[in-house]
């Protein structure tokens, strides 16, 4: 088992206790003028890092009018550190927008486009923090948006980002979504892949607690359906949702 739970030998001070009086007085024009580097890569939102004293910071920016589902982030960011959860601390609230510490890493999409060998490993360390995620929020919250880019690998393990998405539900629909977003990449589907997904499930399932694997071909089915309507092979996706709904995770082509 690679569980990944935040080190309980971590000593580093909850991010607000050492937050500087200049961050408390920023607003968000301030972090649009101290913004470094390149825009991040996120489909609704501004993401990019800020330099406040010398330090660095990443700024997330929601469109106007969007201040509650800013709240709503922040919340489940400072929930998942009290939890003991990995991710990025949460450091101010600053209405649409929050600031949070940076972290060095490359996303986990990042790590296996760049590498067919780390797909495995990466997979299960993914496995592995949302077994702890999921326990540690009683399993009754999913946290959304369960893709491989929303996973950033670091020096330290696995941390999750952007949670803008997370709600109260069946935690295995987070499981179902990590496996149809890579048994849908290229090659897709191969008898290859669909031997990993179970090794996933296995792996995440040693850590989830109830026997949860009945429900998993569902979820699977369910996310690769709803990829469907986004993508130009949308109907390779439900072809492979009925499959999959119907026999589960088989090593079998047709």
């Known amino acids: 088992m690679n569980g990944d739970p935040m080190d309980a030998n971590d000593k580093r001070e909850p991010a607000a206790t050492v937050i500087r009086n200049s961050i408390m007085e920023s607003t968000i024009d301030d972090l649009e003028k101290a913004r470094i580097g390149q825009v991040y890569r996120s489909r609704k939102n501004r993401v990019f890092r800020v330099s406040i004293e010398g330090e660095t910071f ?7 009018g969007q201040d509650e589902m800013a709240l709503h982030e922040y919340s489940v960011l400072q929930g998942c550190v009290e939890r003991g959860v990995r ?6 609230l600053l209405g649409r927008s929050i600031l949070m510490e940076f972290v060095e890493g490359r996303t986990a999409a990042e790590v296996t486009d760049a590498s ?25 919250l999913c946290r959304g948006d369960c893709v491989l880019h929303n996973f950033l690998m670091t ?6 980002i952007d949670f803008e998405e997370a709600h109260l539900g069946n935690p295995i629909e987070d499981l179902g979504q990590v496996i149809a977003s890579f048994l849908s990449m ?10 990993l997904a179970r090794r996933v499930v296995s792996e995440y399932m040693e850590g989830y607690g109830p026997d949860g694997n009945e429900a998993v071909p569902r979820a699977v089915s369910d996310a690769l359906r709803h990829y469907a309507q986004f993508r130009p092979d949308g109907d390779l996706l439900n072809s492979w949702a009925d499959k999959i709904g119907s026999r589960g995770l088989v090593s079998w082509q047709e």
């Not at 991710?87 to 101010?92: S, T």
């Open 87 to 92: 991710v990025p601390r949460p450091v101010k």
């Open 58 to 64: 990443v700024a997330k920016l929601f469109p106007p």
């Open 186 to 195: 290229r090659p897709a589907f191969t008898d290859g892949k669909m031997v």
């Open 116 to 140: 067919p060998d780390a797909i495995e490993p990466t997979l299960l360390l993914v496995a592995d923090w949302l077994s702890v995620f999921h326990k540690a929020h009683g399993l009754s």
């Open 155 to 160: 020096s330290n393990g696995v941390l999750g």
